[in-house]
Structure formats: structure tokens, C-alpha cells
């Protein structure tokens, strides 16, 4: 059977990280990774977009605030809909 | 989701506002007055979460306020359907997901983009290209900046902010796709249930936005390393 080709490759890249490949595509997946730097490098480096993606997530979610007017405007809302005050 | 299915199809309408008030929650005064203590304190445990989440999503600070108010009104709609504190944190993000998607929905541009899959012309240099064979058509450049740990530049305040920027420049809707994914950490089936695509549309999708992402990425570090 024939090597898998670089775009063949890629495109299975989501399904590889999933671990949700077929176990003969993923072998098919490994014969080619194993002679191809440049599906290496690519693999790698878009294991790193994805991380890099969830850390910038992480960095944003420490500056989460509720601001006060917000919190107030959401609890005016509610009272005004409901016809009573919260607690 | 936590819910029944119902209960989201229901939670999603309520979300767009037009939820009825018999939904409200029922009972006596006790009761009653319970829930208003946990509404309270749901508004503001969870504020400042569903405000990323809806800036994220939308773009728009001043959309992204009403979307949070409207999620926070359509979960009190629906307070008897949820079931102690361990679901209400994925439930009212959910909503709040709903509310955002729905007003996306509505701009004028993003209804044909989320029913097409021919967004890839969007993307256009920004996925990688291929000889007739298969193979690469172009070497991988050198990227120097790569090398660096991930860690090491997670940590870089500047970098953190470029990625979200950059984010946020992928066209709909790869975009809508990543953030749900990537961002907000929702399933695969949850992300297609709640845009009402097929779960191999959300898979090719998140695969192009990360590959677009990983692109621009990779121009910024390198040249980033350049300078």
C-alpha cells in the first residue's frame, strides 16, 4: 500500500489528535510522519498553535470582571420583568 | 448540555427574549424567595465569565452586555430546570452561548457564511498548498520563533493578546467555530448542535481555522525573531 501524501496527512490531523483515526489509517498516518520532516514540523507546530490558542484563553479568563453597573443593569432587568426586587 | 433537549430547545428561545413569563419559576414565598437569592448570586458568581465568553463571540462589548443580561433573564425563566450548582455553571453558559449565536445570526453577513462550506476562499494563503500528487508544494519556512516553549510564550502577556486578536480576524464562520472550541472548551457535538450543522462541518471547520491561525501565527513569530 502506498504512503499516505502530505495533504492525505494533514487532513487527518484533527482525527489523529482526536486519537480517533482507524488503527490501518494511523499506521498508514505513522509510515508517513516517519519519513517526512515537513509533516513533523507541521504537526508540531500546529500542536502549538492549539496550545498557544487555549493559553491565550486562560490569560484572558484571569481578567475576568463583573463589573458593578452590569451586575446592577442585569438586576434592574430582572425586577422590572418580574415586577419585585431581588434580595 | 445538562438539560432534557427540550429544555434547550425551550432555553433557547427564551434566551432571544421572547420566553414567556408563566415560565417563570413557581411555588410559595419561601421558595420563591430562594430562588431569588440563587439568581443573585448566579449574576454575579458568573458575570464576568459569560462576558468573555459573549465578547468572544460577538465582537461587540455593548452586544456582548445585553447578550449576558438576556442569558442571566432566560436562566431565571428556566430556574426550575436545572439541578444544583455542579450543572448551573455549563447551563448558564450555554444560554449565554445561545443568546450570542442567535444575534449572529442576525447579521446580515453570517447566515450564508455558516450554511456554505465554500469559506476556504476566505482563508486563502492562509492554508497550506499542494502539488497535483499530495505532496507539499512549498517548504515549511523556517520559523525560529517556534522553537521557543510554549509555555515560555503562553506567558507573554503581548503574544496572548496577538493570538486573540488574531482569532478574532478568521473569517465566519472559522471563527465562531474556534472560539466555541478551542476557547470555551465545548464538545464537538455541542458546538454542531448549537449552530445547527453536521458534526463533520464543525471538525473541517476548526481544522482550517487552526491551520489559518497556525499561518499567521507562524508570520508573527518569525518575524517576530527578525526583528
Known amino acids: 500500500m502506498s504512503l499516505l501524501t502530505c495533504l492525505e496527512v494533514i487532513d487527518c490531523l484533527g482525527a489523529y489528535l482526536d486519537e480517533e483515526l482507524p488503527p490501518p489509517v494511523r499506521v498508514r498516518f505513522d509510515e508517513h510522519v516517519a519519513v517526512c520532516p515537513a509533516c513533523v514540523d507541521y504537526i508540531a507546530t500546529y500542536r502549538q498553535t492549539l496550545q498557544l490558542t487555549r493559553g491565550a484563553g486562560e490569560d484572558e479568563a484571569r481578567e475576568d470582571q463583573a463589573p458593578e453597573p452590569l451586575v446592577l443593569a442585569i438586576l434592574a432587568a430582572w425586577e422590572r420583568e418580574h415586577g419585585e426586587p431581588p434580595p | ?227
Open chain 2, 1 to 227: 448540555l445538562n438539560a432534557p433537549s427540550a429544555e434547550r430547545e425551550d432555553v433557547g428561545a427564551s434566551a432571544c427574549g421572547d420566553a414567556p413569563a408563566s415560565h417563570a419559576p413557581q411555588g410559595g414565598a419561601g421558595e420563591r424567595a430562594s430562588k431569588q437569592a440563587e439568581f443573585v448570586a448566579l449574576v454575579r458568581a458568573h458575570t464576568g465569565r459569560l462576558r468573555r465568553t459573549c465578547r468572544r463571540l460577538l465582537q461587540d462589548e455593548v452586544e456582548a452586555d445585553d447578550a449576558v443580561q438576556e442569558a442571566f433573564l432566560g436562566a431565571y425563566a428556566h430556574l426550575h430546570s436545572y439541578r444544583g450548582e455542579a450543572q448551573l455553571t455549563t447551563w448558564i453558559h450555554r444560554i449565554a452561548v445561545n443568546a450570542c449565536l442567535m444575534r449572529l445570526r442576525r447579521r446580515i453577513a453570517f447566515t450564508p457564511a455558516l450554511e456554505s462550506d465554500d469559506c476556504d476562499e476566505v482563508l486563502g494563503t492562509l492554508l497550506p498548498r499542494y502539488l497535483e500528487d499530495g505532496h507539499r508544494a512549498e517548504p515549511l519556512p523556517a520559523g525560529p520563533g517556534w522553537t521557543l516553549a510554549v509555555d515560555e510564550l503562553a506567558e507573554r502577556r503581548e503574544l496572548c493578546e496577538r493570538v486573540r486578536q488574531l482569532v478574532q480576524s478568521l473569517p465566519e464562520p472559522h471563527r465562531t467555530v474556534l472560539v466555541l472550541r478551542d476557547l470555551e472548551e465545548l464538545s464537538t457535538e455541542e458546538t454542531a448542535a448549537l449552530l445547527g450543522v453536521r458534526i463533520n462541518a464543525v471538525k473541517t471547520r476548526l481544522h482550517r481555522a487552526r491551520q489559518a491561525l497556525r499561518t499567521m501565527l507562524e508570520r508573527e513569530l518569525v518575524r517576530e525573531d527578525l526583528a
